[in-house]
């Protein structure tokens, strides 16, 4: 019954910003981990960044580290990226996602993707 809908997605210029939202469904939002996820073409889907249900506790990929933030707000259901110095390679479909185990355990949802494209 949980559901995941992605928004802010969109084209920006290399070196510029997006923040995606992720709005959750659900009473418990706030006992998950959630995270992001993203696919860009010709690849496998690979991990972005989790947060703890507190929001205490956070990992990111390598490749976005300084530069992509998650955070979320558990009065809202939300869950947010921000994500800045974008690059052509951050080109992917983003994936909101929930994970009912630990912060280091996969995906048990997802959402739909919202798309993000990086291109001067």
């Known amino acids: 019954q949980v559901q995941l809908v992605e928004s802010g997605g969109g084209l920006v210029q290399p070196g510029g910003s997006l923040r995606l939202s992720c709005a959750a469904s659900?009473?418990?939002?706030?006992?998950?981990?959630m995270g992001w996820y993203r696919q860009a073409p010709g690849k496998q889907r690979e991990l972005v960044a989790r947060?703890?249900?507190?929001?205490?506790?956070?990992n990111y990929a390598d490749s976005v580290k300084g530069r992509f933030t998650i955070s979320r707000d558990n009065a809202k259901n939300t869950l947010y990226l921000q994500m800045n110095s974008l690059k052509p390679e951050d080109t992917a479909v983003y994936y909101c996602?929930?994970?009912?185990?630990?912060?280091?355990?996969?995906?048990?949802?997802w959402g739909q993707g919202t798309q993000v494209t990086v291109s001067s």
């Open positions: 996602t929930l994970h009912r185990g630990s912060i280091t355990t996969g995906p048990s949802s």
């Open positions: 659900g009473s418990i939002f706030n006992i998950y981990t």
């Open positions: 947060i703890s249900s507190g929001g205490g506790i956070t």
